[in-house]
């Protein structure tokens, strides 16, 4: 009998509660966008259009509903595409993190006009959603 590593491996993770790799290569692949959108956000789903955005503020803007309140991991990639590009994007892709710190779910890849994570930390901090409080008024 022959050994499946990748069965295995799965296994081996699944008992340490991990969840198991990629089966595939991430697909950072997207529809064409419009040569003057500077920021844009490809979803988690490779078959969603992406989404453009005027500025920085209103991409933060999104970031900061899709993760309601929760911990982010953002990796800085040099891999993001859009379909009729020549060449690899630079951007960030932004994780949502469970309790344990662990990655929980992708909100998307961030195409930021060539700047990195520091660029859409400082515009997270700058674009912060109000708190409310149980009634759900603005505190």
């Known amino acids: 009998m022959t050994a499946r590593p990748w069965i295995e491996g799965a296994a081996l993770l699944a008992a340490h509660h991990r969840a198991a790799p990629a089966p595939r290569p991430l697909n950072r692949r997207s529809y064409?966008?419009?040569?003057?959108?500077?920021?844009?956000l490809l979803r988690a789903n490779p078959q969603a259009k992406p989404?453009?955005?005027?500025?920085?503020?209103?991409?933060?803007?999104?970031?900061?509903?899709?993760?309601?309140g929760r911990s982010i991991e953002m990796v800085d990639i040099e891999d993001l595409r859009f379909d009729g590009d020549a060449n690899m994007r630079e951007g960030v892709s932004v994780y949502l993190l469970d309790?344990?710190?662990d990655r929980d779910g992708l909100i998307g890849h961030c195409w930021l006009d060539g700047q990195g994570q520091d660029a859409l930390r400082?515009?997270?901090?700058?674009?912060?959603l109000p708190a409310h409080d149980a009634a759900g008024r603005a505190a």
């Open 32 to 40: 064409p966008v419009s040569p003057d959108v500077r920021f844009a």
């Open 51 to 68: 989404l453009a955005f005027p500025d920085i503020g209103a991409l933060a803007r999104h970031v900061q509903r899709e993760r309601a």
């Open 99 to 101: 309790l344990g710190g």
């Open 122 to 128: 400082h515009a997270l901090a700058r674009n912060q």
